[in-house]
């Protein structure tokens, strides 16, 4: 087992290497100045110098990918060109609100995902078992930004039960009512899709166990459908937590429409804001924060799989 985590520990530090790679070179391949946030464009051509100069941005890009990759690894991400504020405030703020909806979506997706999955799979082929499939179908058809919109119509605008922006009252999260009314729709909009993937991914694990010996072999010993189920539960659940990592993973990377709709402080409002205002080290920082969150998320998923199956392990 301990071998088996040193080398997850050693496949990721590669994966880890790579990501900031792309991270730093996808955001030069974009067109446009970053200077030109805080530079007019008839600027001095002596100022455009001076402030490539105090960015880095007057090196080669493998020196100023070597200095930022260095005050990385330090806890510095550099300073926003558009804010003058350090990313790394503005990330970490970020992440705490896209943290938040990704968890409350992911717990919602996961919850109901097990729950309509396992009720199709022991019910292969009857009623519930094509309800929750076109449930399944639905949530990962549907367009989330569209859905977002939807929803903002239906229960904002309409019925005016939910506020449609926002993420509260005040500057930080409260874990109050008034708060709690601006996470329901983000999060539900978020929710569809993970709920989608984890309904058909238990519903075919949980078809395909019922029809193994060992399954027959229980219930010709005279084991109750309960005690049989926890044993399916058991075999299934190291598929559908690694499934359930990558869920969680996407919720975090791909919320950038989401959060705009519903102007939800995160990531991906972060994210988007930085792509329109050109903020190089903003868009950097962020892309990087979530790529790392990404690949640490993978990485626990494979250490926790062997915990639940001693199969892997060996």
């Known amino acids: 087992m301990l071998t088996y985590i040193l080398k997850r520990l050693l496949y990721a530090i590669p994966i880890a290497l790579s990501v900031t790679v792309l991270s730093f070179m996808l955001v030069y391949l974009a067109p446009g ?97 094509r309800i929750a499939t076109f449930i399944s179908v639905i949530g990962v058809s549907v367009p989330h930004y569209w859905l977002g919109l939807v929803l903002t119509i239906v229960f904002s605008i309409w019925l005016g039960w939910l506020p449609a922006m926002g993420a509260g009252p005040g500057s930080g999260w409260q874990w109050d009512f008034e708060h709690f009314k601006h996470l329901i729709l983000p999060a539900a909009t978020m929710a569809v899709i993970p709920m989608g993937i984890i309904t058909r991914t238990v519903r075919a694990l949980v078809a395909d166990m019922l029809e193994q010996e060992f399954v027959v072999s229980l219930r010709a010993r005279g084991l109750s459908n309960a005690a049989v189920f926890r044993h399916i539960a058991k075999n299934t659940a190291p598929t559908v937590l690694a499934v359930t990592g990558l869920q969680i993973g ?45 690949v640490a998320l993978n990485l626990l998923v494979d250490i926790l799989q062997p915990l639940l199956d001693p199969r892997m392990g060996r």
């Not at 995160?266 to 990404?294: E, K, S, Y």
Request: net charge negative; aromatic share 8%.
């Open 33 to 129: 100045d970053p200077l030109n946030a805080i530079a007019p464009a008839d600027a001095p051509e002596e100022v455009i110098t001076a402030l490539k100069a105090a960015y880095g941005l007057d090196k080669p890009v493998p020196v100023q990918y070597g200095m930022w990759l260095l005050r990385a690894v330090q806890g510095d991400l550099g300073t926003s060109i558009a804010t003058g504020r350090e990313v790394v405030s503005e990330v970490m703020s970020a992440v705490s609100n896209t943290l938040l909806l990704a968890g409350a979506a992911g717990l919602v997706g996961v919850v109901a995902g097990c729950i309509l999955g396992a009720l199709a799979g022991y019910w292969h082929g009857s009623i519930i078992d």
């Open 250 to 294: 996407y919720l975090m990377g791909g919320s950038i429409l989401v959060e705009t709709v519903f102007a939800w402080p995160g990531t991906g409002f972060l994210l988007n804001t930085a792509i329109f205002q050109r903020d190089m080290p903003l868009l950097q920082g962020t892309i990087l924060v979530l790529c790392m969150f990404f």
